[in-house]
């Protein structure tokens, strides 16, 4: 069984950081690509970061220079730390795990989420 569990979030103040966590089971993390999207309530789900297998980054122009993501593939592992938040961060983040076949298929998983609030 595969699951993906999100940990680390809750009330900052702005200004502040987090760092989330994504604990992987049931899969071989290290060939998945990986990423943390979010959503807000009224909005629509967004990219915030992703990793590829090989440890290539991505991120929103939103969040660029304040959030670092990353990995650690020995402990089936995922993270997002967080630095100087704004109220408007706030939302539920998800981290997923997607490995796409050549043929076009793939493999994607999700977690449950985990609450972020920024406000003072």
């Known amino acids: 069984q595969v699951q993906l569990v999100e940990s680390g979030g809750g009330l900052v103040q702005p200004g502040g950081s987090l760092r989330l966590s994504c604990s992987v089971s049931?899969?071989?993390?290290?060939?998945?690509?990986s990423g943390w999207y979010r959503q807000a309530p009224g909005k629509q789900r967004e990219m915030v970061a992703t990793i590829t297998s090989g440890s290539s980054t991505n991120y929103a122009d939103s969040v660029k220079g304040r959030f670092t993501i990353s990995r650690d593939n020995a402990r089936n592992k995922g993270y997002l730390q967080m630095n100087s938040l704004k109220p408007e961060d706030t939302a539920v983040y998800s981290c997923?795990?997607?490995?796409?076949?050549?043929?076009?298929?793939?493999?994607?998983?999700w977690g449950q989420g985990t609450q972020v609030t920024v406000s003072s």
């Open positions: 049931g899969i071989t993390f290290s060939i998945y690509n």
């Open positions: 997923t795990a997607r490995f796409a076949f050549s043929h076009g298929d793939a493999y994607e998983y």
